[in-house]
């Protein structure tokens, strides 16, 4: 269904379509939430403490593997019809492992091929997810889309954990699941009711034959058509008078016999070109969408930028600060104030894109903000107590969701949107699939050197990112629509 040209030009807070399309986000979002919760609680309940990190960690395998091909789907089938089955595909598993667990015990297979299964999910449903928000509105409002992208996000996260705490409380996993899987069904309608505007130059999914042949199956229809052709009443034509008289002619039920095996050979030979040529076409594009971003000024050190941010970032801010929290003796309450003074700080500036919907030269903006954060990464190490420590935090969370948001709405903008799937996939890999499993490494090096010289390594690393933005002319410039 396609979107009226004037219902883009509203502000994107008053626009439907794109509240709808909000709602479905964040009824996704904290069904995710609730689902690690409850396959967290259920992998411990069910196994050692390593086997249940494992389950954990096994999504991220399949979603660092397969992102770049789910960035080609997003684009060849549209963002809105894969993240509708992405969503769809998600809850049906959820909902299975639910009923699952409430006819038999939790077990480990079940919840590793769950998580293997979310993870190969995602990895189709995330690139199409960067994808949507520029089919449903307008170029000058993907900042402020950003913003509320944002704190759906936050709310998502404050929100989700308690729901799945309690789905665990009354009715232990399983009912944790089937709440996950009910949240995550309440965003197939939302999505389904969503305009799409198609932009000019998309890449339509599906039909589309390289090289400009036809499809091979009106091929092999023209061949069956032909064949039935050569029938008339019911009886072929049989040169020389037909008969099995001694005249040489081929029976009436051998030929047909023979023109069935032809066509059925035929039928094989077109599937068989289908399958190469789909093959061939989601190996083109994937080239085509890596050479593109290559060849783009902004977009390739605006990629690199983000990995590099995104590297120094996750490994002090989640294993790390567990750590540092525990050497410090700030205990399990102080951690969660330092976690909640970031979580305050990063929903404060999605609140300020949301409500400002621009910000003036958004290269150079989004570069300081990135070196900010760094020094602010850096400097939490050495912080006397946890006040300080909450002071610190609430910065990183401003100036890292400030940067967040500005070069996730120049992904936008500056991407051709028939490219953003594969854009958007290329940018998520570090940060959703390699950035994770830079957990453990991160752990081990606190381990041999102590939390001081590992922050201030990993924002090192981090503000690398931002001096690549400040650095190249073009990024450094780059401006959001207004």
Not at 7 to 15: F, G, M, Q, S, T
Not at 21 to 32: H, P, Q
Not at 170 to 196: E, H, K, N, Q, Y
Not at 382 to 387: D, E, I, K, Q
Request: glycine share 16%; aromatic share 4%.
């Amino acid at each position: 269904m396609a979107a009226p040209a004037p219902a883009a030009e509203r502000p994107a807070h008053r626009d439907g379509n794109v509240l709808r399309w909000l709602g479905a986000y964040t009824a996704s979002m904290i069904g995710d939430n609730v689902f690690y919760i409850a396959l967290s609680w259920a992998a411990v309940r069910s196994g050692t403490p390593s086997q249940a990190g494992l389950v954990m960690a096994v999504s991220a395998v399949p979603r660092a593997l397969l992102m770049l091909g789910g960035g080609v789907v997003a684009d060849r089938f549209g963002p809105r019809r894969v993240v509708i089955g992405s969503d769809a595909v998600r809850c049906a598993a959820v909902l299975t492992v639910a009923a699952l667990l409430f006819t038999t015990g939790p077990g480990l297979w079940p919840l590793a091929l769950l998580a293997v299964v979310f993870g190969a999910v995602d990895a189709v449903f995330m690139p199409a997810v960067g994808a949507l928000p520029a089919r449903i509105t307008g170029r000058d409002q993907l900042t402020r889309v950003q913003g509320m992208r944002g704190l759906a996000v936050r709310f998502a996260n404050v929100v989700g954990a308690p729901l799945g705490g309690l789905g665990v409380a009354l009715g232990g996993s399983a009912t944790a699941f089937a709440l996950a899987g009910l949240l995550i069904a309440v965003s197939v309608p939302l999505l389904v009711s969503v305009r799409i505007r198609e932009p000019a130059g998309e890449v339509t999914g599906g039909d589309h034959q390289p090289d400009g042949h036809a499809d091979p199956r009106e091929r092999g229809a023209e061949i069956d058509g032909h064949a039935r052709g050569e029938e008339n009443g019911g009886h072929a034509r049989v040169p020389g008078g037909g008969g099995t008289d001694g005249s040489g002619a081929m029976p009436q039920r051998q030929e047909r016999e023979a023109r069935q095996k032809g066509r059925e050979e035929q039928d094989g030979q077109d599937r068989q070109e289908e399958r190469q040529a789909a093959r061939a076409t989601a190996w083109r594009d994937l080239r085509d969408g890596l050479r593109y971003i290559r060849g783009h000024r902004v977009l390739a050190p605006l990629i690199l930028a983000i990995a590099l941010g995104d590297l120094g970032f996750v490994g002090p801010l989640n294993v790390g600060l567990a750590l540092l929290a525990d050497q410090r003796g700030w205990g399990a309450s102080g951690m969660g104030l330092v976690v909640a003074a970031f979580g305050v700080g990063a929903g404060a500036a999605a609140l300020l894109l949301a409500w400002r919907g621009t910000l003036p030269r958004a290269g150079s903006a989004g570069a300081a903000a990135l070196l900010g954060g760094s020094v602010a990464i850096g400097a939490l190490a050495f912080v006397p107590g946890v006040g300080a420590a909450v002071g610190v935090a609430l910065a990183i969370g401003l100036l890292a969701g400030l940067s967040g948001a500005l070069c996730g709405a120049l992904l936008q903008t500056q991407s051709d949107p028939a490219y953003l799937g594969r854009v958007t996939a290329v940018a998520g890999i570090v940060s959703l699939g390699v950035a994770p499993l830079s957990m453990p490494l991160t752990a081990a090096a606190i381990g041999w050197w102590g939390t001081g010289p590992v922050f201030v390594a990993s924002a090192a690393v981090c503000g690398l990112g931002g001096v690549v933005a400040l650095g190249v002319r073009d990024l450094r410039r780059a401006e959001l629509p207004r």
